[in-house]
DNA sequence: CCTTGACCCTGACGTTACGTCAGGGGTTAG
DNA sequence: CTAACCCCTGACGTAACGTCAGGGTCAAGG
């Protein structure tokens, strides 16, 4: 049992062809097909299609949408709170808009004219794209080359005095670096304090690629989180660490 | 003195070539060029673009945003109350959408499947849809074949008794059908005095097609500002006048 | 049994609103 | 006078469908 394509386009509101060509590019494949070749969709075929969706509303593109859906470790729950928070954003920002609509018919009731700045503020999306993109970018570095599961049963099973050992070293590493931060980020021995940063990554976590690196190095600048950890080593430390990153990174791919 | 591209680009947050784009179909010429063939954007420039984000955010396309700027009866203050309408629509959408994420994330928690309607509710553009539709459909009907303004200088010109006659006439028209409501939409002397409806417009205004005849009915009763005036020959008058135009048209067309 | 109307299918080309080069010039600060 | 930025015009590419064309399926009714 299940819905045709006309019964789900009218459950959910979008066109058959739609349907089909979520079809075609593998977003939503029905679970089966009659004889005739008819396309039938099940249960959790609709439960997708909401998801997918929900996504659309937040624009993202679709191939972005079959990647995260994909993913085996994709958390519907954590998803699903994102959600709530750009879609906030985004009625944030109608709301800002409506704002300045209303500005607007003021100011021509007036006959004033309007502050040039003013008058498009509201229309920036910067704020939801970059949303969007820490959001995407979260799961590429909360999946990396090896899944987060196998680095946390890695990790789980060491036993403590490993841990202190490899905290310690962290925080050596972080100190150093904090000294040196006037050197600028290019400085010989920040940078080779950031290979023995890498390493000490790879060795006791995951393969720490310079992709991830770098990744690693826009996260502590992006998450509030870790920049506020880091920035107890230094006023402007995230920042600085980020940098170095990005040139360590930059010195490798050459 | 006015604006290179990439201040506007950067003031309203699109992108250059959109700029370029929308200078292409003539949906925003810049104002002047510079000597080396740069585009210089003015200040009103700049508020048409504003206008054009407007619409957009309400999703309507480029040719139909132009043609509504274009119109020369084009009402900045109408249009904008219109917005703002629309844009209640979207965010009230989007309330239903957060609303039905709680939702989800409830279901998920408690393990208890979702109702399949339910489901999708939220994501119906279906209002927004319509809202458009009649937004764009009043424009046409406003402006008829002819242009108003042209309406408007034929109108302008008549004497003062002229119009008076006219008043009159109409007067009477609206009277005597309205004496004839409890008879239904279809009564004959009804149906005959929409003839000489129509045809007073012809002679006076702008040639009354049956199309637009229709869409004058429908306009009595979505427009208030209309439903009122009428409704004071009787109650629901303006219901029935459209419901006996209605008839009328699609007699005519057979 | 056969027709009719409401479904379904698969190409395949069209459309909107730009993105993204390629190739080439303009302008201003050091 | 030469970077470092700005600008231009094609022209092809892309995403997410819309819109035929041509043809099969299926349940209800005459």
New interface residues.
Partial sequence: MGYQVKEVAD???VSIRTLHHYDHIGLLKPSSFTEAGYRMYS?RD??RL?QI??FK?LDFPLHQIKEILDDPKFD??HA??M??EL??K??ER??R??ET??Q??QS??GGI?MD??K??TS????EIEEHQKKYSEEAKRRYGKERVEDVEKKTSRYSEEKWAAIMGRWKDIYERIAARMDRGPEDPEVQQTLEEYRQLITDNFYECTPEIFRGLGDLYVQDERFTRNIDRYGEGMARFLRDAMHVYCDRINR
Avoid: C, Y
Avoid at 123 to 126: A, D, G, I, Q
């Fill in positions: 459950l959910a509101g249960d609709l439960e909401q969706l929900f509303e519907r729950k699903l709170r959600h709530r879609l906030m985004k009625k109608l709301e808009i409506i609509v209303d607007t018919i021509m009731e004219p040039k700045k008058m498009f229309f920036s999306m910067k």
